[in-house]
């Protein structure tokens, strides 16, 4: 006789499996949003800005509509369901494609600020992909669907670039224009696909359930699992951005800059094969631990030298680490909410990250020009250091509760 609840179990990841494969596409074409972003915000902005300081604006009001978008997005999921998010998300990204090519063939700087700033909110709406990949799934399955879909990643690494590169001149004397008409194309094929997610509106107990905000973001699992995520996800951003600057500034070439930054991007979603199953051999935590341990090997071999190797393997080590410990965060994250709080609580988590992401945007510049790269390889150990020994004391918690629960007197003697 067939276990009622393994079956159930089975057509649950059945439909996970289904609703991962259109996630992952969707965040490959989701991906060549920001790619295209962050290939021409800061060139675009250095031609169109008032003032060249204000060359990397655009690339600041991405990733504020990063933050701002995360909370929203888990309202809209809350009350509407996540497909209902997904379809704005994605009509965000074409509306970032057509104003961007209208802000660069009307020379408006402002206009072109708004348009990164929609794609932000895009791609707060993607953030939450990974998570919705694991709605409904078996505690098993879920690492790997959180996973796979970050995964990806690796091909909006490839596809970002190349679309910037096959359609950056099409439009002379328009530099980039036309690169973001296509990128609203790309938006409405990713809505398409989004469109057959499987993510039915939440029951209305769903609506007015669960425990408060506040109790369970202070549970040390959530702490920790956010805390994480604040920093690997920052300090990735903040060595990531820093870097093409820093070759330029050390004499090396923009090629060589182009070639790091590829492989870094292929470095963080590559992993997103196996770390899923990583994670549920060993255990969030110590993914988590490994990740953060890696993302400071980075800094440290960025303070060993500044010839082209260095810089190299400092990406590509940063994006290992960051894919470990930002999957394997987000793994805890879904280990401390109960389903019907799993909006609310996955929207906050993300708008920590990347609240903290922004304010670190707008200073990462200035620590780079005012203190150089080594400044920027050393900010990164203090929080990689206080991400784990938080990380080690909510295990150590976790072990504690599980030993005094395992001890507890049999009622039934």
């Given at each position: 006789?067939?276990?009622v609840?393994a079956?159930?179990e089975?057509?649950?990841d059945a439909?996970?499996?289904s609703n991962?494969?259109?996630l992952?596409?969707?965040?490959a ?13 800061s060139?675009?902005g ?12 655009p ?9 701002a978008?995360?909370?929203p ?10 497909r209902t ?5 994605t ?8 104003l961007?090519?209208?802000?660069i063939?009307?020379?408006s ?6 348009a ?9 709406v993607s ?6 990949a694991a709605d409904?799934a078996?505690?098993?399955?879920r690492?790997k669907a ?5 995964a ?5 690494g490839v596809?970002g ?9 099409i439009w ?9 008409m296509?990128?609203?194309?790309v938006a ?10 499987d993510?039915?509106?939440p ?13 369970i973001?202070?549970q ?6 956010a805390?994480c995520?604040?920093v690997?996800?920052p300090?990735?951003?903040l060595?990531?951005?820093?870097a093409?600057?820093a070759m330029q500034?050390?004499?090396l070439?923009?090629?060589?800059s182009?070639?790091?930054?590829q492989?870094?991007?292929v470095a963080?979603y590559?992993?997103?094969f196996?770390t ?7 255990g969030a ?8 341990i ?8 960025g303070?060993s ?8 393997a400092?990406l590509?080590?940063?994006?290992v680490g960051?894919n470990?410990?930002f999957?394997?965060?987000s793994a805890l994250v879904l280990?401390t909410?109960?389903?019907?709080e799993r909006?609310?609580?996955q929207?906050?988590n993300d ?7 922004a304010v ?12 150089g790269?080594?400044?920027v390889?050393?900010v990164v150990?203090?929080p990689?250091?206080?991400g ?5 004391f909510?295990?150590?918690?976790r072990r ?14």
């Amino acid at each position: 006789m067939i276990d009622v609840t393994a079956a159930e179990e089975i057509a649950d990841d059945a439909r996970a499996r289904s609703n991962v494969a259109r996630l992952a596409a969707a965040q490959a074409l989701t991906g060549a949003n920001s790619a295209v972003i962050f290939a021409t915000g800061s060139i675009v902005g250095a031609t169109l800005a008032p003032d060249i300081s204000l060359a990397t604006v655009p690339l600041s009001m991405y990733v504020v509509g990063l933050a701002a978008g995360t909370l929203p997005t888990g309202a809209i999921s809350r009350a509407y369901g996540r497909r209902t998010a997904f379809i704005i998300g994605t009509g965000c990204g074409m509306l970032t494609g057509l104003l961007g090519a209208f802000a660069i063939l009307r020379g408006s700087f402002a206009l072109f600020c708004l348009a990164t700033f929609l794609g932000g909110l895009y791609g707060a709406v993607s953030q939450s992909y990974r998570f919705a990949a694991a709605d409904g799934a078996s505690a098993a399955f879920r690492p790997k669907a959180v996973s796979w879909v970050m995964a990806g990643g690796v091909f909006a690494g490839v596809l970002g670039p190349q679309l910037v590169q096959w359609t950056m001149d099409i439009w002379p004397p328009y530099l980039f224009a036309f690169s973001f008409m296509v990128q609203a194309a790309v938006a409405l094929v990713a809505m398409a696909i989004l469109a057959g997610v499987d993510a039915p509106k939440p029951a209305p107990s769903d609506l007015h359930g669960g425990r408060p905000l506040l109790e369970i973001a202070r549970q040390p699992r959530f702490i920790a699992a956010a805390l994480c995520g604040i920093v690997s996800y920052p300090m990735m951003n903040l060595v990531m951005t820093s870097a093409p600057l820093a070759m330029q500034m050390c004499g090396l070439s923009v090629s060589d800059s182009n070639f790091g930054i590829q492989w870094h991007i292929v470095a963080m979603y590559g992993p997103s094969f196996f770390t899923g199953s990583l994670i549920a051999r060993f255990g969030a935590p110590k993914i988590v631990a490994l990740g953060l341990i890696l993302e400071g090997a980075g800094s440290a071999i960025g303070l060993s030298g500044i010839t082209t190797m260095h810089f190299w393997a400092t990406l590509i080590v940063l994006g290992v680490g960051w894919n470990l410990s930002f999957v394997g965060a987000s793994a805890l994250v879904l280990e401390t909410h109960r389903p019907q709080e799993r909006n609310k609580v996955q929207a906050f988590n993300d708008f920590l990250v990347f609240g903290m992401m922004a304010v670190g945007s707008f200073a990462s510049g200035q620590l780079l020009a005012n203190y150089g790269w080594s400044a920027v390889n050393m900010v990164v150990f203090p929080p990689v250091l206080l991400g784990l020994a938080v990380l080690a004391f909510a295990s150590f918690v976790r072990r504690r509760r599980s030993r005094t629960v395992a001890e507890l007197p049999d009622p039934g003697i």
